[in-house]
């Protein structure tokens, strides 16, 4: 997939903490250690990690739902893995991506340092896909299990994406790999980590019996939905959800939160806060990949919307332009009111106009990651529809642009996370961009074709 649609509203371990762990501590405020008095009482802290090319910014609805239920704010961390698109091998040192080594060194050092800020014995580590993998891979070889109290994965290709050996053979996806035989040699969970493992029945684009998922739907993966599952662990089926849904959705959060604290969560319901304050990272695509890299320079205007046209009301509500550590806030939001996050790149090539629904709780990981140069498209501008913490499938999922069906949606397992749809140009209009009964009113931009307007929807 080309990195114009990958756009999302996100010895030297520990120089990456440091860059990639800082800012998320100072947003949260964490105390520099809690008194003793204190730490035998408190929750133990959890550690979300993200997948194959995403960001820390897709675990808000879960971060918010463990808030909700009176988890403490400063005992839960979101990590952004650096270059997090998987290297072709576990030994490849490729532009832009990343080795499990990579990955299990970041984790390690991050690991560490909330182990200092808060105070605790061990925390938790909860990660999607291959995040899963990295948890995995850094508990039993990093030294991880003398640290790590409970582990869970949420549709992480445990058994591999495939398992065939005409097929990138020694790719960490691939269940015949050299690296996922060792991974899962003689145990595949380690002793003294309790271990959760959430899968699909049916509907995992990346656990299927084909390749639907991997671009190749008449041919025999080699693998089938228990791909996820781990021997020794307990392992729950989630029904209906996709490969996302599984890790980041509400029937996701609800066995996470039971798993970790032993009782049921008293609410599934995100609950606002008075005022959200907000911050996050600004990073891009560069040669053709996504990065978790901080990008210094890129100017950020958070404008106030009319929610039923879209339009701006008023003056900016916020302006800032990005430090090294790629930081855009902190922005004090009022979490009923609808907001456009504009953001311009430093070599002005690109402005990201971004729509979200209204921020109900505070959030550190408000993460922006700026795509490549807009392509045009004659007299047309575009509109994108993203779900970056779920895929679109026509049998379970309404797509509109004004009321139209979004096109380039299949029906079956879901795969896709987002749609385009064009508009003439002659002047700036108002699209109703509209997901399962949810809906983002926009506007576009077609003075500059630098602009592209993006519709980011919440839902899980």
């Known amino acids: 997939m080309s990195y114009f649609f990958r756009v999302v509203i996100a010895a030297s371990a520990c120089f990456l903490a440091d860059q990639l762990f800082a800012p998320r501590l100072a947003a949260q405020r964490v105390p520099r250690r809690a008194p003793a008095a204190n730490r035998a009482a408190a929750p133990i802290p959890v550690i979300f990690v993200h997948g194959n090319g995403d960001h820390a910014g897709l ?17 839960l961390f979101a990590i952004d893995l650096p270059q997090p698109t998987a290297s072709s091998t576990p030994s490849a040192r490729e532009v832009n ?9 970041a984790l390690a050092a991050f690991v560490t340092r909330v182990l200092l800020r808060t105070g605790a014995s061990k925390v938790a580590l909860v990660g999607s896909s291959r995040g899963g993998l990295t948890i995995r891979y850094y508990v039993r070889f990093g030294g991880g299990a003398a640290h790590v109290s409970h582990v869970i994965t949420g549709g992480t290709p445990n058994h591999g994406v495939m398992a065939l050996t005409t097929m990138q053979p020694e790719s960490e996806f691939n269940g015949l790999s ?22 699909s029945d049916l509907f995992d684009k990346y656990a299927q019996p084909t390749g639907v998922g991997l671009g190749a739907p008449t ?16 392992n729950i089926v989630l029904p209906g959800t996709d490969h996302r849904e599984v890790a980041f959705g509400a ?12 009782r049921p969560a008293a609410t599934m319901a995100i609950l606002p806060e008075s005022v959200s304050v907000l911050d996050g990272m600004i990073s891009a695509n560069t040669a053709g990949q996504p990065t978790n890299t901080p990008l210094a320079g890129a100017i950020v205007t958070v404008h106030v919307l009319n929610a039923a046209t ?71 501008v575009s509109v994108l529809i993203t779900r970056p913490r779920g895929f679109f499938s026509a049998d379970r999922d309404s797509v509109q642009f004004d009321g139209a069906p979004a096109r380039g949606i299949g029906r079956g397992v879901p795969i896709v996370d987002r749609t385009v749809a064009w508009f003439p140009a002659a002047a700036p209009r108002t699209v ?29």
């Not at 675990?59 to 005992?75: A, H, K, L, Q, V």
């Not at 991506?97 to 060194?105: I, K, Y």
């Not at 041919?219 to 307990?234: M, V």
């Not at 509209?434 to 899980?460: C, I, W, Y």
Request: aromatic share 8%; net charge positive; proline share 8%.
């Open 97 to 105: 991506r990343s080795t499990p080594e990579d990955q299990a060194a």
């Open 59 to 75: 675990w808000d609805n879960t971060i918010w739902r463990f808030e909700s239920n009176g988890y403490p704010r400063n005992r």
């Open 310 to 380: 879209g339009e701006r009301v008023g003056a900016p509500a916020h302006r800032a332009v990005t430090r090294d550590d790629g930081r855009w806030g902190p922005f004090r939001a009022t979490p009923t009111t609808t907001y456009e996050f504009e953001v311009v790149a430093p070599d002005s090539s690109v402005i990201l106009h971004v729509y979200r629904a209204p921020f109900p709780r505070s959030s550190a990981v408000v993460n922006v990651r700026l795509p490549a140069p807009v392509a045009s498209r004659g007299d047309s």
């Open 251 to 262: 029937a996701a959060f609800r066995e996470q939160y039971r798993f970790l604290t032993g």
């Open 432 to 460: 109703r961009a509209r997901v399962n009964g949810a809906t983002l009113v926009v506007r576009t931009h077609p003075d500059d074709r630098r602009r592209l307007v993006l519709a980011e929807f919440q839902q899980d």
């Open 219 to 234: 041919r025999n993966s080699g693998i089938d939905e228990r791909s996820p599952a781990l021997r020794g662990a307990r």
């Open 178 to 199: 050299p690296f996922l035989r060792a991974l899962n040699k003689g145990r595949e969970v380690e002793p003294g980590v309790h271990t959760l493992a959430l899968r």
